[in-house]
């Protein structure tokens, strides 16, 4: 009697046991999942020193290439993150740091003064992270950057480009705005002059209230204080 009850007690107990063991092993999936997110994001923004904690803005739609050769298009930072998750997801979770992602060049970069650079190689990614003295990334990598918003701020449309040329021209959308700015790079080949925002300019801010910036120091002095 007391052997027929052993048998059925340590048959749930390893029943247990490994519904346990297969609950933490879907807790740290999810984790390793949101690591690798964290981590690949954090690391384009400190590779290019945009965002909240660098001197530049990523301008979107990037272009991220992964360890595989695929590539997706994004157009924010949510876009950003869940192609990340979604590539991890379907490549069997390898959370290993040469499958994070990366940007395809060319990309663009907004400065304090509201300057549009083009960059185009690694060599110009290494130029404007020297010139980023003020830059905040730390030593502790993604982990010191967790609930923070990772663009400063994002211009709202439409808004209008001046071109070193003088010539300006009026974007209604994120697309538009690299197309003007990839055309007149293909017609001034030679051009080490920047394009740039006309001022007045309106702003969306990391908790999505939107303020009138008057001039470049307005912007650079934006900037700053969101950077802390």
Not at 31 to 44: P, R
Not at 189 to 199: A, C, L, M, Y
Request: net charge negative; proline share 6%; aromatic share 10%.
């Amino acid at each position: 009697m007391y052997q027929k009850f052993i048998k059925p007690l340590g048959l749930m107990l390893i029943v247990a046991a490994g519904f346990f063991m297969s609950s933490c092993q879907k807790e740290e999936t999810a984790a390793d999942v949101e690591n690798f997110v964290l981590q690949s994001t954090y690391e384009i923004e400190e590779r290019c020193a945009a965002g909240s904690a660098g001197c530049y803005e990523l301008v979107f739609p990037v272009t991220l290439q992964f360890s595989d050769s695929t590539t997706q298009e994004v157009a924010s930072y949510d876009e950003m993150k869940q192609a990340i998750r979604t590539w991890f997801e379907a490549n069997g979770g390898r959370p290993r740091p040469q499958d994070r992602p990366r940007l395809v060049f060319p990309y663009d970069v907004i400065n304090e003064d509201g300057e549009v650079i083009t960059v185009t190689n690694q060599e110009e990614v290494r130029v404007l992270r020297e010139a980023c003295v003020r830059g905040n990334f730390g030593p502790g990598g993604h982990h010191g950057h967790f609930g923070k918003d990772h663009a400063c701020f994002r211009p709202v449309f439409p808004f209008t480009l001046e071109f070193p040329d003088s010539s300006q021209v009026t974007v209604n959308t994120p697309r538009e705005f690299v197309q003007a700015i990839r055309e007149w790079r293909q017609n001034n080949p030679g051009s080490t002059e920047r394009p740039g925002f006309v001022f007045p300019l309106t702003v969306q801010l990391h908790d999505r209230t939107e303020v009138i910036v008057n001039s470049a120091e307005e912007l650079a002095a934006l900037k700053e204080a969101c950077r802390g």
